[in-house]
T-cell receptor
């Protein structure tokens, strides 16, 4: 059974470029979460969706960040323009009605902005 | 608002030592509690969880945690650690009132000396 799938696994980009991170949640899961992990701030919840609808985006750092979920099997997190301080590991996670409140994480997208 | 505190940022132990990692949360209502583990370079994996019932929860790899409601605590324990337990450990809380929002602590890095 496939878990949460994220791409790319690693990305190095130049400051000012657009970055798009992708996530495929576990099939049948109706909640999708985007987290950011840094040494300084730990694991931060950026945004989460329920049935493809954004429920809480209060963790999105600023307008440069946006997230979409056009269907139940795909979500994107976009940073435009990117800055060096956006360098972090971005995790996507999902949760299903029958998995209780347990969320399952993807492998993460390691972003470096130079 | 709910929050999670992990007071130990870095714990160093020798193999076979006993482990206890502290976790305190702030929320007066009903909660679900989790411990996740992140091995170096990997994603977060569920170690154990508490939803209801017996406050002493057994997880994988010999870990256990005890929910003490009066102390708002959910400490993680293991009687005898192994080198392979070297990882970062995250406590997380989900309050019933914000059904889907799971908040993570800042993490505790565990280093085991062989």
């Amino acid at each position: 059974d496939a878990g949460v799938i994220q791409s790319p696994r690693h990305e190095v980009t130049e400051m000012g470029q657009e970055v798009t991170l992708r996530c495929k949640p576990i099939s049948g899961h109706d909640y999708l979460f985007w987290y950011r992990q840094t040494m300084m701030r730990g694991l931060e919840l950026l945004i989460y969706f329920n049935n493809n609808v954004p429920i809480d985006d209060s963790g999105m750092p600023e307008d440069r960040f946006s997230a979409k979920m056009p269907n139940a099997s795909f979500s994107t997190l976009k940073i435009q323009p990117s800055e060096p301080r956006d360098s972090a590991v971005y995790f996507c996670a999902s949760r299903g009605q029958y998995s209780g409140n347990t969320i399952y994480f993807g492998e993460g997208s390691w972003l470096t902005v130079v | 608002a709910q929050s999670v505190s992990q007071h130990n940022h870095h714990v160093i132990l020798s193999e076979a030592a006993s482990l206890e990692l502290g976790c305190n949360y702030s929320y007066g209502g009903t909660v679900n509690l989790f411990w996740y583990v992140q091995y170096p370079g990997q994603h977060l994996q569920l170690l154990l969880k508490y939803f209801s019932g017996d406050p002493l929860v057994k997880g994988i790899k010999g870990f256990e945690a005890e929910f003490i409601k009066s102390k708002f605590s959910f400490n993680l324990r293991k009687p005898s650690v192994q080198w392979s337990d070297t990882a970062e450990y995250f406590c997380a809380v989900n309050a019933y009132s914000s059904a889907s929002k799971i908040i993570f602590g800042s993490g505790t890095r565990l280093s085991i000396r062989p």
